[in-house]
């Protein structure tokens, strides 16, 4: 039996994912919420939560990053395979883990191996979405009509992998510096700047 896809399937395959993501954001402001004590102003909250909020802005904005990219990832594609939607849902099951670990950092403060967890995390998500683009460089048929090779820029979700594993390896030396996460600033800033350059070049 042939399996055949329809462009309402990729639509909702899209439109599911967007949603699993628009929860796991949603969630990231649970334990902010918790932290709310009868009485409290808007200012004391700011004023004695201020490490919560920075770590819950972060990490919003990283979550944010990556929809980005992986709705970057969907707008090359015209049609999926079983493969790609297992791909896309072990993107999914790595991006709602954020909350989790975003949580603990919110309710308990910085902890030993929380770095190797976020790190973790995080190279999950790049090793996935660099299994999807080799997956979507290997299957033409799958691409949209306008897209080649070039387009796809496997070499930058390899940078992306290699560069977590570098970071992973200063985290088992120094596993309870969760200041090494900061690095991830630089490498997400670098592989922009890289891609837009390359976007510009002719």
């Known amino acids: 039996m042939v399996h055949r896809t329809t462009t309402r399937g990729l639509d909702r395959l899209v439109n599911f994912s967007d949603a699993v ?7 990231l402001a649970l334990p ?9 102003t808007v ?22 990053l990556f929809w980005i990219g992986h709705h970057r990832f969907w707008e090359k594609v015209s049609d999926y395979d079983v493969t790609l939607i ?29 770095a190797v967890a976020y790190t973790a995390l995080l190279g999950a998500l790049f090793f996935v979405r660099l299994l999807m683009m080799v997956h979507l460089y290997r299957h033409r048929d799958l691409r949209a009509a306008d897209v080649d090779d070039d387009d796809l ?13 570098v970071v992973a390896g200063l985290i ?12 991830f600033g630089p490498i997400l800033g670098a592989y922009h700047v890289l891609r837009r350059r390359r976007l510009q070049t002719p």
């Open 21 to 27: 993501v628009a929860v796991a954001v949603t969630l």
């Open 32 to 40: 902010l919420i918790d932290l709310v004590e009868e009485g409290d």
């Open 172 to 183: 088992a030396t120094w596993p309870a510096q969760t200041k090494i996460l900061a690095l």
């Open 86 to 114: 297992w791909l896309n849902a072990l993107w999914l099951l790595s991006m709602s883990l954020f909350p989790v670990f975003a949580g603990f950092d919110i309710e308990r403060g910085p902890e030993d191996g929380q």
């Open 153 to 165: 820029w496997v070499a930058g979700e390899v940078f992306l992998v290699v560069s977590t594993a």
């Open 43 to 64: 200012s004391d909250l700011f004023r004695t939560r201020r490490v919560e909020f920075v770590t819950y802005v972060l990490v919003f904005l990283l979550m944010i």
